[in-house]
């Protein structure tokens, strides 16, 4: 069982190694954020979508300085 000193391990070689002892390490690494990133991007389209007429929409011509 590794020790733990302050915030990091002893030995550096075995938190390097956790990764790679599961084989799809490497592919997950990453992937919950770029599926955060997928769904975040999605969500602001729908939201946008929406609401992109009532950004849109000007106050009119006859009510501005001028």
């Known amino acids: 069982m590794p020790r733990w000193h302050g915030f990091h391990r002893r030995s550096d070689q075995s938190s390097k190694l956790v990764l790679a002892d599961?084989?799809?390490?490497?592919a997950l690494a990453g992937l919950?954020?770029?599926l955060a990133a997928m769904l975040w991007s999605a969500s602001f389209a729908i939201w946008l979508i929406g609401f992109w007429p009532i950004l849109n929409a000007g106050?009119?011509?006859?009510?501005?300085?001028?």
């Open 22 to 26: 599961v084989g799809i390490g490497a």
């Open 32 to 34: 919950h954020y770029a």
């Open 59 to 66: 106050k009119g011509e006859d009510s501005g300085c001028g």
